[in-house]
Protein backbone atom coordinates (compact mmCIF):
# COMPACT_ATOMS: atom_id res chain seq x y z
CA UNK A 1 0.00 0.00 0.00
CA UNK A 2 1.32 3.46 -1.10
CA UNK A 3 2.23 6.22 1.71
CA UNK A 4 -0.87 8.00 0.60
CA UNK A 5 -3.41 5.16 0.94
CA UNK A 6 -2.01 4.96 4.50
CA UNK A 7 -2.95 9.01 5.11
CA UNK A 8 -6.40 8.31 3.86
CA UNK A 9 -6.91 4.84 5.80
CA UNK A 10 -5.66 6.71 8.79
CA UNK A 11 -7.72 10.12 7.89
CA UNK A 12 -10.95 7.41 7.31
CA UNK A 13 -10.47 6.27 11.26
CA UNK A 14 -10.43 9.73 12.40
CA UNK A 15 -13.38 11.04 10.91
CA UNK A 16 -15.16 8.14 12.72
CA UNK A 17 -14.98 10.39 15.88
CA UNK A 18 -16.82 13.19 14.18
CA UNK A 19 -20.30 13.63 15.22
CA UNK A 20 -23.33 15.52 14.02
CA UNK A 21 -23.01 19.16 15.65
CA UNK A 22 -19.00 19.44 16.07
CA UNK A 23 -17.06 22.26 15.80
CA UNK A 24 -13.88 21.12 14.19
CA UNK A 25 -10.17 22.47 13.53
CA UNK A 26 -9.60 21.36 10.51
CA UNK A 27 -5.42 20.58 10.11
CA UNK A 28 -3.02 21.39 7.14
CA UNK A 29 -0.82 18.97 4.78
CA UNK A 30 -1.34 15.84 2.88
CA UNK A 31 -2.89 13.52 5.47
CA UNK A 32 -5.09 16.49 6.49
CA UNK A 33 -6.02 16.85 3.39
CA UNK A 34 -7.33 13.25 2.96
CA UNK A 35 -9.57 14.23 6.41
CA UNK A 36 -10.92 16.93 4.99
CA UNK A 37 -12.46 15.36 1.29
CA UNK A 38 -13.49 12.26 3.42
CA UNK A 39 -15.32 14.69 5.59
CA UNK A 40 -16.84 16.22 2.71
CA UNK A 41 -18.63 13.28 1.39
CA UNK A 42 -20.51 12.90 5.09
CA UNK A 43 -21.11 16.26 4.85
CA UNK A 44 -22.63 15.55 1.62
CA UNK A 45 -24.17 12.65 3.10
CA UNK A 46 -26.42 15.21 5.80
CA UNK A 47 -24.23 15.34 8.35
CA UNK A 48 -24.14 19.06 9.96
CA UNK A 49 -20.64 20.23 11.32
CA UNK A 50 -18.47 23.45 10.76
CA UNK A 51 -14.46 23.58 10.73
CA UNK A 52 -12.33 25.97 11.53
CA UNK A 53 -9.29 26.09 8.87
CA UNK A 54 -5.18 25.82 10.18
CA UNK A 55 -4.04 27.74 6.45
CA UNK A 56 -5.66 29.29 3.35
CA UNK A 57 -4.88 26.00 1.46
CA UNK A 58 -7.00 24.08 4.12
CA UNK A 59 -9.58 26.71 3.79
CA UNK A 60 -9.56 26.22 -0.02
CA UNK A 61 -9.96 22.32 0.02
CA UNK A 62 -12.57 22.67 2.84
CA UNK A 63 -14.93 24.97 0.80
CA UNK A 64 -14.24 22.94 -2.21
CA UNK A 65 -15.70 19.81 -0.33
CA UNK A 66 -18.57 21.76 1.17
CA UNK A 67 -17.73 21.92 4.62
CA UNK A 68 -18.88 24.67 6.22
CA UNK A 69 -16.64 27.32 8.09
CA UNK A 70 -16.47 29.45 10.60
CA UNK A 71 -13.75 31.13 12.60
CA UNK A 72 -12.31 31.36 15.96
CA UNK A 73 -13.35 34.52 16.61
CA UNK A 74 -17.01 33.31 16.02
CA UNK A 75 -17.47 30.28 18.21
CA UNK A 76 -16.99 30.20 22.19
CA UNK A 77 -14.86 26.19 21.55
CA UNK A 78 -13.55 23.58 19.10
CA UNK A 79 -14.77 20.00 19.86
CA UNK A 80 -12.23 18.27 18.36
CA UNK A 81 -9.08 19.02 15.64
CA UNK A 82 -7.74 16.80 13.41
CA UNK A 83 -4.25 16.96 11.89
CA UNK A 84 -0.97 15.52 10.48
CA UNK A 85 2.39 15.22 12.16
CA UNK A 86 5.80 15.28 10.91
CA UNK A 87 6.91 12.89 13.80
CA UNK A 88 5.34 11.71 16.71
CA UNK A 89 6.56 9.70 20.15
CA UNK A 90 5.62 7.75 22.81
CA UNK A 91 3.91 10.44 24.44
CA UNK A 92 2.07 11.81 21.65
CA UNK A 93 4.48 14.81 21.96
CA UNK A 94 4.84 15.99 18.02
CA UNK A 95 6.48 17.89 15.70
CA UNK A 96 4.78 20.12 13.21
CA UNK A 97 4.75 22.29 10.80
CA UNK A 98 6.68 20.93 7.72
CA UNK A 99 3.76 22.98 5.44
CA UNK A 100 4.47 26.24 7.17
CA UNK A 101 1.24 26.24 8.74
CA UNK A 102 2.17 25.68 12.49
CA UNK A 103 0.99 28.73 14.05
CA UNK A 104 -2.25 28.38 13.02
CA UNK A 105 -2.49 24.68 13.72
CA UNK A 106 -1.05 25.37 17.52
CA UNK A 107 -3.64 27.98 18.18
CA UNK A 108 -6.53 25.80 16.54
CA UNK A 109 -5.41 22.84 18.72
CA UNK A 110 -4.84 24.84 21.82
CA UNK A 111 -8.32 25.86 21.36
CA UNK A 112 -9.87 22.45 21.07
CA UNK A 113 -11.12 20.35 23.75
CA UNK A 114 -9.46 17.40 21.84
CA UNK A 115 -6.84 16.70 19.17
CA UNK A 116 -6.43 13.99 16.84
CA UNK A 117 -3.48 13.54 15.06
CA UNK A 118 -3.09 11.36 12.17
CA UNK A 119 -0.50 9.61 10.02
CA UNK A 120 0.82 6.70 8.16
CA UNK A 121 3.51 4.66 10.68
CA UNK A 122 6.58 6.52 9.35
CA UNK A 123 5.80 9.35 11.64
CA UNK A 124 6.47 7.18 14.78
CA UNK A 125 9.66 7.75 16.16
CA UNK A 126 11.28 6.90 19.32
CA UNK A 127 12.64 9.95 19.71
CA UNK A 128 11.72 13.40 18.43
CA UNK A 129 14.34 15.49 16.29
CA UNK A 130 15.53 13.73 13.18
CA UNK A 131 12.55 16.08 11.49
CA UNK A 132 14.44 19.64 11.09
CA UNK A 133 11.91 21.41 13.79
CA UNK A 134 10.42 24.55 12.16
CA UNK A 135 10.68 27.91 14.57
CA UNK A 136 8.51 30.56 13.02
CA UNK A 137 10.26 33.72 13.60
CA UNK A 138 9.83 37.85 12.51
CA UNK A 139 12.03 39.00 9.49
CA UNK A 140 13.07 41.82 11.82
CA UNK A 141 16.16 41.23 13.85
CA UNK A 142 16.50 37.27 12.66
CA UNK A 143 20.29 37.76 13.19
CA UNK A 144 19.48 38.42 17.23
CA UNK A 145 17.09 36.12 17.23
CA UNK A 146 19.26 33.21 15.92
CA UNK A 147 21.71 33.97 18.38
CA UNK A 148 19.10 33.40 20.96
CA UNK A 149 18.10 30.17 19.40
CA UNK A 150 21.19 28.90 19.30
CA UNK A 151 21.49 29.81 23.26
CA UNK A 152 18.72 27.85 24.34
CA UNK A 153 19.64 25.30 22.10
CA UNK A 154 22.65 25.13 24.15
CA UNK A 155 20.62 25.17 27.33
CA UNK A 156 18.36 22.15 25.93
CA UNK A 157 21.37 20.32 25.33
CA UNK A 158 20.71 20.41 21.53
CA UNK A 159 23.00 21.14 18.47
CA UNK A 160 22.87 21.65 15.25
CA UNK A 161 22.30 23.61 11.37
CA UNK A 162 19.30 26.32 11.53
CA UNK A 163 18.61 27.63 7.85
CA UNK A 164 15.98 30.28 6.95
CA UNK A 165 13.55 28.09 4.68
CA UNK A 166 12.89 28.84 1.25
CA UNK A 167 9.98 29.40 -0.77
CA UNK A 168 9.47 27.75 -4.50
CA UNK A 169 10.77 31.34 -5.83
CA UNK A 170 14.24 30.69 -3.94
CA UNK A 171 13.05 33.84 -1.85
CA UNK A 172 12.58 33.19 1.72
CA UNK A 173 9.02 31.23 2.51
CA UNK A 174 6.19 33.58 3.98
CA UNK A 175 3.89 32.24 6.61
CA UNK A 176 0.05 32.42 6.00
CA UNK A 177 1.07 34.90 9.15
CA UNK A 178 3.81 36.97 7.18
CA UNK A 179 6.51 35.65 9.06
CA UNK A 180 9.38 33.42 8.31
CA UNK A 181 10.66 29.96 9.03
CA UNK A 182 13.54 28.65 10.13
CA UNK A 183 14.12 24.96 10.31
CA UNK A 184 16.24 23.52 13.01
CA UNK A 185 18.59 20.26 11.81
CA UNK A 186 18.84 19.09 15.54
CA UNK A 187 18.92 14.86 14.69
CA UNK A 188 17.89 14.67 18.16
CA UNK A 189 16.11 16.55 21.15
CA UNK A 190 16.19 14.46 24.16
CA UNK A 191 14.06 16.84 26.17
CA UNK A 192 10.79 18.35 24.34
CA UNK A 193 9.33 20.27 26.78
CA UNK A 194 12.01 22.10 27.74
CA UNK A 195 13.33 23.12 24.60
CA UNK A 196 9.49 24.37 23.58
CA UNK A 197 9.50 26.40 27.13
CA UNK A 198 13.30 28.03 26.09
CA UNK A 199 11.71 28.85 22.93
CA UNK A 200 8.95 30.10 23.83
CA UNK A 201 10.33 32.61 26.07
CA UNK A 202 12.60 34.17 22.85
CA UNK A 203 10.89 37.52 21.25
CA UNK A 204 11.66 36.99 18.02
CA UNK A 205 10.15 33.24 18.03
CA UNK A 206 6.37 33.40 16.72
CA UNK A 207 5.94 29.87 17.65
CA UNK A 208 7.74 26.33 17.11
CA UNK A 209 6.55 23.09 15.83
CA UNK A 210 6.81 21.35 19.00
CA UNK A 211 3.38 20.58 20.09
CA UNK A 212 3.25 19.47 24.02
CA UNK A 213 1.16 17.83 25.44
CA UNK A 214 -1.68 18.93 22.51
CA UNK A 215 -2.48 15.43 21.16
CA UNK A 216 -4.88 13.54 22.99
CA UNK A 217 -4.87 10.26 19.99
CA UNK A 218 -2.10 9.50 17.60
CA UNK A 219 -3.80 7.02 14.29
CA UNK A 220 -1.15 5.54 12.74
CA UNK A 221 -2.08 3.88 9.68
CA UNK A 222 0.77 0.83 8.44
CA UNK A 223 0.89 -2.19 6.27
CA UNK A 224 0.21 -4.06 9.52
CA UNK A 225 -2.93 -1.87 9.91
CA UNK A 226 -4.24 0.82 11.90
CA UNK A 227 -2.94 1.47 15.36
CA UNK A 228 -4.80 3.85 17.73
CA UNK A 229 -2.71 5.13 20.74
CA UNK A 230 -3.70 7.32 23.65
CA UNK A 231 -2.12 10.18 25.12
CA UNK A 232 -0.26 8.20 28.41
C1 LIG B 1 1.72 21.59 8.19
O1 LIG B 1 2.29 22.77 8.65
C2 LIG B 1 2.25 20.45 8.97
O2 LIG B 1 2.21 20.59 10.35
C3 LIG B 1 1.66 19.13 8.55
O3 LIG B 1 0.56 18.78 9.31
C4 LIG B 1 2.71 18.11 8.69
O4 LIG B 1 3.86 18.60 8.00
C5 LIG B 1 2.30 16.76 8.13
O5 LIG B 1 2.13 16.88 6.75
P1 LIG B 1 1.75 15.63 5.86
O6 LIG B 1 0.43 15.16 6.32
O7 LIG B 1 1.71 16.20 4.47
O8 LIG B 1 2.83 14.61 6.05
Known sequence: MSMDQLKRQAAARAVEYVEGGMKLGLGTGST?????????????????????????????????????????????HLDLTVDGADEID??????????????RE????????????????????????????????????????????????????????????????GHAFVTDGGHWIVDAHLGRIPDGPRLATLLNAIPGVVEHGLFIGLAGIAILAGSQGIRVVDRP
Do not use: Y
Not at 45 to 61: F, I
Open 106 to 169: KIVAAASARMIVIADDSKWVEQLGRFPLPIEVVPFGLAATRRAIENCFTQADVSGEISVRKGRD
Open 32 to 76: AKHFVELLGERVRAGLKVVGVPTSEATRVDAERCGVALTTLDAID
Open 90 to 103: ANLDVIKGGGGALL
